[in-house]
């Protein structure tokens, strides 16, 4: 049985081309990379292999992006799972499923296990007990402890809410680095935007920068879903390209939705 995610990984490979902006992340990504593609090299020097990261902050800023990069860049296979896949009322099955998940990426080792909101399993333990959520997370951090040196398995978390975890996660040979992704600055926006218009036909007048200002405070996703909002425009209005009106007339599209949204918490 494959599921749906996973048929993702026979996509076109992704590599740190399709991720725009990101440079600081990038940079601190690189070592895992180059463990990755020379596993020998290290275990050679008897250097202790990094095994976790943790990859927090806003939607939509490039987490899961980054991490098929890795996989892509390192041609290791890359096995994606959600935290709220492992949440179960009976107990015992999240922590199987945890089990078959980590099976998986070491039989098809070097891997990539990407868990997308992690903090679903990895919750602070309460003194209230749940049976069923503190034996996933034990599970989790025995697989954590329990793969060795000879494993090429990377495991990469992504949350929301980092201040949720629990503390056993974040210890030294777990998930023991944390790396912010935040909102994209201009400069990324505009390198984003480079990125979502790249196999799409645009009227060369367009002034990026422009578009880049005008949005202010979105994410990558906000971003990659204006360029599809303004090519559907352009389709609709009979044009041979996309056009500055286009984009603007999706950006305001993206701005009203995130309005309406707002509304709809008050
Ligand atoms: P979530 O927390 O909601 O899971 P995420 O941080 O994992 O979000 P992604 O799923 O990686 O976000 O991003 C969604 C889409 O937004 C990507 O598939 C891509 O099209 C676009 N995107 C986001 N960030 C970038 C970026 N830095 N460069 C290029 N595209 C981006």
């Known amino acids: 049985k494959t599921d749906k995610k996973n048929d993702k990984a026979n996509e076109p490979k992704i590599g740190f081309k399709d991720v725009a902006g990101l440079d600081e992340a990038k940079e601190e990504l690189e070592e895992i990379i180059d463990f990755l593609k020379n596993p020998d090299k290290y275990r050679a020097m008897g ?21 098929r ?66 034996q996933t997370l034990n599970q ?21 809410r980092i201040d949720m975890l629990d503390e056993a996660l974040k210890r030294p040979g777990r998930f023991d680095r944390n790396i912010f992704i935040g909102n994209p600055d201009i400069k990324s926006r505009e390198e984003i935007f480079k990125v979502h218009i790249k196999n799409k036909p645009i009227n060369p007048k367009i002034n990026i920068s422009e578009l880049a200002k005008r949005t202010h405070g ?10 599809n909002e303004a090519a559907i425009l352009a389709v609709r209005n009979n044009k041979k390209s996309i056009d500055f009106d286009d984009f603007n007339n999706a950006i305001e599209k993206v701005i009203g939705g995130l309005e309406r949204k707002n509304y709809s918490i008050i």
């Not at 979105?218 to 360029?227: D, K, L, R």
């Open 218 to 227: 979105m994410s990558g996703a906000h971003i990659s879903n204006i360029a």
């Open 47 to 67: 250097a202790k292999i990094p095994k976790g990261i943790l990859l927090h902050g806003p939607p939509g800023t490039g987490k899961t992006l980054l991490a």
């Open 140 to 160: 989790l951090l025995i697989e954590l402890d329990g793969f060795n040196n000879d494993q090429t398995v990377i495991v990469i978390g992504a949350t929301n």
């Open 69 to 134: 990069a890795i996989a892509g860049e390192t041609n290791s296979k890359f096995i994606a799972a959600s935290g709220s896949e492992f949440v179960e009322k009976y107990v015992g099955v999240g922590a199987k499923r945890v089990r078959a998940l980590f099976e998986k990426a070491r039989k098809e080792a070097p891997s990539v296990i990407f868990i997308d909101e992690i903090d679903a399993i990895g919750a602070k333990r309460t003194l209230e007990s749940n049976n069923e959520k503190d």
